[in-house]
């Protein structure tokens, strides 16, 4: 009898016990900074931005919207980035700032390459 109580209070203790919480998470990594197009050429656009942090590194990326061409991630350490050879079309061009774990939040700045 005693082991069967026991028993119950354990199995009781293992299934009524606090499951984890589970929290929203906070980004604490900062968003590029004062990000504004800089230059501009027939088949090019330059994008620059402030520091987030010393030595954050940044990935930028563009989607093509005609043909939902992405050109990859390209990382960064640099406070500019120009995206060269770029045909005519519509697109966006994406930036954020990649932290040790974690990276910001996305920031999108659509575009037009005029043939």
């Not at 590194?57 to 390209?74: A, C, K, L, P, T």
């Not at 406070?79 to 990649?98: D, E, N, V």
Request: with cysteine; glycine share 6%; charged share 10%.
């Amino acid at each position: 009898m005693f082991k069967l109580l026991a028993f119950l209070i354990l199995f009781q203790t293992s299934i009524f016990a606090a499951a984890p919480s589970v929290e929203p998470s906070f980004c604490s990594c900062p968003s590029v900074p004062n990000l504004q197009k800089t230059g501009q050429t027939t088949n090019s656009f330059t994008y620059g931005w402030t520091t987030a942090y010393s030595g954050a590194q940044y990935r930028v990326w563009y989607i093509r919207q005609e043909d939902g061409y992405n050109s990859g991630f390209i990382y960064t350490n640099s406070l500019s980035y120009s995206f060269t050879g770029l045909s005519a079309g519509h697109y966006t061009f994406y930036f954020q700032t990649m932290c040790e774990q974690e990276a910001s939040s996305v920031i999108g700045i659509e575009d037009t390459v005029v043939a």
